[in-house]
């Protein structure tokens, strides 16, 4: 294992920049996501760390060795796919001794250390079966031994549950986050689902248009998002747009004048409420800021739900309660009183199309 | 009045088929029929049933030349298509580049040029180069390969590609970066993966090969007889079963050779 860094990373496509200058750090043993929306470029960036494509500009370096223009064969990197990509006529043996058999790595080993990495992916007794006689989750896991048996120095998953249903993708997630520490493998994982990204990470990088927006743990992306995109895909998020009129003071274009906890110079402005910081009812009163709206739609989640509440013309909010049994459930048309601290307003400028 | 409706279309649908299938298969069951019968001139009833004119096959020497020569040219010519295909299928599905889509037609003209001109114009040809460059082209058996070479690609690339399409690259990336390089992963992940492609499109150049004979006829030397040439001629002569036998065996050869082919690829998959 070792730790990996990308340098100014880039990939050209003509004119259309897919990978704009992506700069990471990745340290020995720690677990990175990508994340971000189809066509970010998060997978053109697993790739050209696997050398399928080749970058038109910047470094990578695997501990000390560069690896910017080595051949996919000679990077020593694990590679898990969407697909799992098996090959299909060789056995359960077959495809994950095939590494080692490129390694010349000698009969009596690779059978000692096949029979370990179907051990760690719990498949012991599925050595001489053949791909298609198991299920899409114990594929994923030949998968995932067939890249771990290499001792490879960093890891790389490319949407590595998306093809499993719900159940089982809670279940391989778990599995693979803790193979991952308990071998204490470098690991970068491409995905656009952010509950997968926020349970399996120890960091995240999230991305859009070929750039980084925000590197770092789930709480810095959650509390503290650098900008109205990573508020809005990281977590949920109601938006109320309207311009900062002073330190701490924020009018909406609805009219209501809210106190926040500024981090933005004057002129126009969003404000981004996570759902769950807001509170409903007599509660609500005490706050920096409540308003009276009219309740508008009201989802059932089950142990959650979610009051959609207009306040004025323009403005409106979506405020999460807990589903308690004492508690009043607010019926559509209810007038009603919101409120949020002025700590849960994260205000940033808008951004200029 | 539905039910009756169904049952008539589905009447109907049974006896096109069966009708169809006694057409393809009418010739076949006659060939076979009398290459057993007794008499010398093919007439209805038979007088009587015989092998003799199984054994009259290996009497003609004409009919086991033939036979070698056109074994011979059908697997030469097999193997040499398959070498150009497989490689020319995998940058046809893989790589789109100008004129691809043109260069992908090109290779299947073959089965659309009528084989007396395919044979006229390769004559023409082989006749031409022998002249600019001296070498003996012209009814070798080198120049019978070469010719019948064409007839066999369309039927390789066309198979080759197809099961090319249906290959998951992702297989492929995870040979490399498990440490094969292209020639590994080509000989270890991707040939296996379209052998069934490569049989099919073997088997059926193969046997386009073995059956050709408008090119054939332009192409081999004097003395040097295909199969099919050799029954052309005998035909000139004579009419006896001794021509049904020799179809007889060249069927069963043929349908051995599909029988053995599917074991290990279903053709129905494939075709």
């Known amino acids: 294992m070792a730790s990996l860094t990308l340098d100014a990373l880039t990939k050209r496509y003509g004119d259309n920049v897919v990978v704009k200058s992506v700069s990471l750090a990745v340290r020995d043993g720690e677990f990175l996501v990508l994340l971000g929306p189809s066509g970010c470029g998060k997978t053109t960036t697993l790739r050209m760390i696997a050398g399928f494509v080749p970058p038109s500009g910047g470094s990578m370096r695997i501990g000390d060795k560069d690896i910017t223009t080595l051949p996919p064969w000679k990077r020593n990197a694990g590679l898990v796919f969407q697909s799992y990509a098996l090959f299909p006529h060789m056995t359960v043996n077959e495809n994950v001794g095939f590494g080692l058999d490129m390694r010349k790595v000698d009969r009596a080993e690779t059978t000692a250390r096949v029979a370990e990495a179907l051990r760690l992916v719990r498949l012991e007794g599925f050595g001489e079966r053949y791909p298609r006689q198991l299920s899409g989750g114990q594929q994923q896991r030949v998968a995932l031994a067939r890249a771990l048996v290499i001792r490879p120095d960093v890891l790389l998953l490319d949407e590595p549950l998306s093809n499993l249903d719900a159940k089982l993708r809670l279940e391989v997630r778990l599995e693979i986050r803790a193979l991952q520490q308990q071998l204490g493998l470098t690991t970068v994982m491409v995905t656009h689902d952010q509950e997968e990204a926020l349970t399996m990470a120890d960091r995240l990088v999230v991305m859009s248009d070929g750039a980084v927006r925000q590197v770092g743990t789930q709480s810095d992306l959650y509390e503290r998002p650098a900008d109205l995109f990573v508020a809005d895909f990281v977590g949920r998020s109601t938006m109320i747009s309207g311009t900062v009129a002073g330190a701490g003071a924020f009018r909406s274009d609805g009219g209501l004048m809210l106190s926040c906890q500024l981090s933005s110079a004057e002129g126009a402005a969003t404000i981004a409420l996570r759902p769950e910081r807001l509170t409903l009812g007599a509660a609500a009163q005490g706050l920096a800021n409540h308003a009276t709206g009219k309740v508008t739609f009201v989802s059932y989640l089950g142990a959650l739900l979610d009051v959609h509440v207009r306040l004025n013309d323009t403005d409106h909010v979506v405020v999460q309660i807990p589903n308690r049994s004492d508690g009043h459930v607010p019926a559509v048309g209810d007038m009603i009183e919101v409120g949020w601290p002025a700590s849960a307003c994260l205000v940033f400028p808008r951004e200029v199309a | ?271």
């Open chain 2, 1 to 271: 009045m539905m039910a009756d409706g169904r049952l008539v279309g589905r009447v109907a649908l049974y006896g096109v088929a069966w009708l169809t299938l006694a057409f393809i298969l009418m010739p076949l069951v006659f060939v076979t029929w009398l290459a057993f019968f007794a008499q010398e001139i093919p007439s209805f009833p038979p007088e009587g049933y015989s092998l003799k004119w199984f054994g009259a096959i290996a009497a003609n020497r004409n009919f086991v030349t033939g036979f070698s020569t056109s074994l011979q040219v059908a697997v030469a010519a097999t193997l040499i298509g398959l070498l150009i295909a497989v490689p020319a299928s995998l940058i046809l599905a893989r790589r789109q580049f100008a004129g691809s889509a043109v260069l992908n037609q090109f290779l299947l003209l073959p089965l659309v040029v009528p084989g007396v001109v395919m044979g006229t114009s390769i004559y023409v040809f082989q006749i031409e180069t022998e002249i600019a460059t001296g070498l003996p082209i012209l009814g070798s058996l080198g120049g019978l390969v070469a010719g019948h070479t064409l007839l066999v690609i369309p039927w390789t690339v066309r198979l080759v590609t197809a099961s090319l399409t249906g290959l998951d690259r992702a297989a492929e990336e995870a040979a490399q970066s498990l440490g094969a390089n292209q020639w590994t992963t080509f000989f270890r992940v991707t040939l296996p993966a379209i052998r069934p492609g490569v049989v099919a499109g073997a088997l059926f150049g193969f046997v386009t090969s073995f059956g050709n004979l408008e090119m054939s006829l332009f192409l081999v030397g004097p003395g040097r007889v295909t199969l099919p040439i050799a029954i052309l001629q005998y035909l000139e002569w004579k009419i006896d079963p001794t021509v049904a036998a020799v179809s007889v065996l060249q069927i069963l050869l043929i349908a051995v050779a599909m029988i053995i082919t599917d074991r290990y690829v279903k053709l129905a998959r494939v075709v």
